[in-house]
Structures are given as structure tokens and as C-alpha cells.
């Protein structure tokens, strides 16, 4: 069962800000929003995290709204390298039963 | 820090031999998880391990697949018999327990002919 939604595929230009959303409306109070991403040919690659406040980090922001039912991902200069499709995820966190379904994400084509 | 270790990275074999995938995770990492990729059905859990104890195998597709983990540093997927429709990229990921972040290891590229 597909717990999150996201676009199939986005542009941005280069330099500019990323800003992917993600849809979770049945997250429950326990279920913390991770992300990950892609790189064509490469495992993916854990990006952040969060319950409900924003988070940062050297790579992107986190934004999640105040009834955590959305959130976006925010890359504030893509780059080229960041062309990657890009995983949304809710999931219980920590503990033996903790895993991550990943579902079909967000193609983002960084654009020169 | 190498990383999460997958080999071999390319497998060809022929249809009815058997497969053996390995992976060494990071260490000091406790969670292990196998995952298979394809173009029709993404990426998809095949199995966990959490301390060398199989947690979740309701991923594994059929009894030709097993897993194990004999210690904190070694883990093996098995296909026996393969056959064409297991071609897929696996890929092994770690994460501490209280699951920072996945690690993902390069994947091995599985082709059955």
C-alpha cells in the first residue's frame, strides 16, 4: 500500500532551488518522514529525516507541515549531480521492526 | 570507511544454476536489508536481519531465495535454482539501530540467461 505521493518527474534549472513535495495524508503519530534519492546506476542514498519539525542538513531542508500530512524536500542549488530520482518514505522509526518501502518517486532532471 | 560491500558487481549465469550474492556492512551496523530492483517493480524489500536474526522475510518471492547472515560482517543471498525473471540489480543496504540513515552498497547486477 502506497503510503506516500509524489509527481512521477520535475525540472529545475540549474542554480535554482528544488523544491519536491511529497503527500503522506495517512502518516501516523509515530511514522517519521525520510528521504532518500537515486543517482542513475548507484544505490540510493539517504538524504534526511524528520517527525515534525524542519530539519537541515549539508545536503537539503526538510519542510514538514504543521499536520505533518505533506512535506518537501528542498535542494537549495541544484546542481547537475543532483539529477536523481527522489524517495519519499514514512516509516516507524528505530527498533528490529523498522524498514524502509520504497514506492516510485520523483524523477528530477536538473536542467543547464 | 568503505561503505557497504557488494559482490560480485556483475553476474551472468545461465538459467537453473545457482546464485550467490554477498554483501559486508558497515561495521558496527546491526541492521542488514536486501533489496531487488527492476524496471517493472522498483525497488523492493526482500529481507531484513537485525543482530544476525532474520526479522521480515515476507519479501522473499519464493522458496529458491534464502538469506543468511552467519555474523555481524557477512551476509548472503541465495537463488537455486535461478531463473530468467530474477534478473534484477540486488542491492544490500546497513543502518544502526536506530536507523540514522540506510547505507546502500553499489548493487550487483544479476543477469540470467
Redesign the interface.
Known amino acids: 500500500d502506497a503510503k506516500t505521493t509524489q509527481p512521477p518527474s520535475m525540472d529545475c534549472a540549474e542554480g535554482r532551488a528544488a523544491n519536491l513535495p511529497c503527500n503522506h495524508s495517512t502518516i501516523s503519530g509515530n511514522e517519521y518522514v525520510?528521504w532518500?534519492r537515486?543517482i542513475h546506476s548507484?544505490?540510493?542514498?539517504?538524504i534526511i529525516?524528520g517527525l515534525k519539525n524542519n530539519e537541515t542538513n549539508e545536503m537539503a531542508s526538510l519542510i514538514i507541515t504543521e499536520d505533518r500530512k505533506s512535506s518537501t524536500l528542498i535542494l537549495p542549488h541544484a546542481t547537475l549531480r543532483d539529477t536523481a530520482v527522489y524517495?519519499c518514505i514514512v516509516s516507524p522509526?528505530?527498533?528490529?521492526?523498522?524498514?524502509?518501502?520504497?514506492?516510485?518517486g520523483t524523477l528530477l532532471a536538473v536542467q543547464p | 570507511d568503505a561503505g557497504?560491500i557488494q559482490s560480485p558487481r556483475h553476474e551472468v549465469t545461465e538459467m537453473g544454476q545457482e546464485v550467490t550474492l554477498r554483501c559486508k556492512p558497515i561495521s558496527g551496523h546491526n541492521?542488514l536489508?536486501w533489496?531487488r530492483q527492476t524496471m517493472m517493480r522498483?525497488?523492493e524489500?526482500l529481507i531484513?536481519f537485525?543482530?544476525n536474526v532474520p526479522?521480515?522475510d515476507s519479501g522473499m518471492p519464493e522458496d529458491r531465495f534464502s538469506a543468511k547472515m552467519p555474523n555481524a560482517s557477512f551476509s548472503t543471498l541465495k537463488i537455486q535454482p535461478s531463473e530468467p525473471r530474477d534478473s534484477a540489480v540486488y542491492?544490500c543496504?546497513s543502518s544502526q539501530?536506530?536507523?540514522?540513515?540506510?547505507?546502500?552498497?553499489?548493487?550487483t547486477r544479476l543477469t540470467v540467461v
Open positions: 525520510y532518500y537515486q548507484q544505490g540510493p542514498q539517504y529525516h524517495y522509526y528505530g527498533g528490529a521492526t523498522n524498514k524502509l518501502i520504497f514506492g516510485t | 557497504v541492521s536489508f533489496y522498483g525497488l524489500l531484513y537485525n543482530n526479522i521480515d542491492f543496504a539501530d536506530i536507523n540514522y540513515g540506510y547505507t546502500f552498497g553499489s548493487g
